[in-house]
């Protein structure tokens, strides 16, 4: 029994997280970007994409899952692999779609093919009611994800 607990303390002892509520406002989401730029340059971390990422969903937090009196969370965590970037608020009854670029021209909605772009992988999970954390990853060990593999391309950085 003491090899598991070992284990899952080493787990927990080589990750670092961060992890802040932000009032759900623009102005919340911009402080939710500063801290995440602070945050990454704190570790080390290259601070593109994941300040994209992070300003994108923390604004859909600030205008889709806005509820009135209450807050939204930006957690970050990282890992020797990977990135991952949570935001969680409180409208789990509005659920963030899949767009594509051939979908009918809309006002909205497009950020999330930024995320798709710029992150390996992304998703969301409900719950606990009434919340919803949309959460995207990026992998370090290719660099700092597939945005930096194509956006060097050619100019001899990445694989």
């Not at 090899?3 to 989401?29: K, M, W, Y």
Request: aromatic share 6%.
């Amino acid at each position: 029994m003491s090899d598991v607990n070992e284990q899952i303390s080493t787990l927990h002892t080589s990750a670092r997280q961060f992890c802040v509520p932000l009032s759900a406002t623009r102005r919340g989401a911009r402080l939710g970007r500063l801290l995440a730029t602070e945050q990454l340059r704190s570790w080390g971390l290259p601070l593109d994409p994941a300040r994209l990422i992070v300003a994108e969903l923390t604004a859909n937090a600030a205008l889709h899952g806005r509820v009135t009196g209450r807050s939204f969370r930006l957690a970050l965590s990282v890992t020797p692999r990977l990135l991952r970037i949570e935001v969680t608020d409180t409208r789990g009854d509005h659920l963030p779609a899949r767009r594509t670029a051939a979908d009918v021209p809309a006002e909205s909605g497009y950020g999330l093919l930024l995320i798709e772009e710029l992150a390996d992988r992304w998703g969301v999970r409900q719950g606990p009611v009434p919340c919803k954390t949309v959460w995207a990853e990026l992998d370090l060990a290719t660099g700092a994800g597939k945005y930096v593999l194509r956006s060097h391309a050619g100019r001899g950085f990445g694989p």
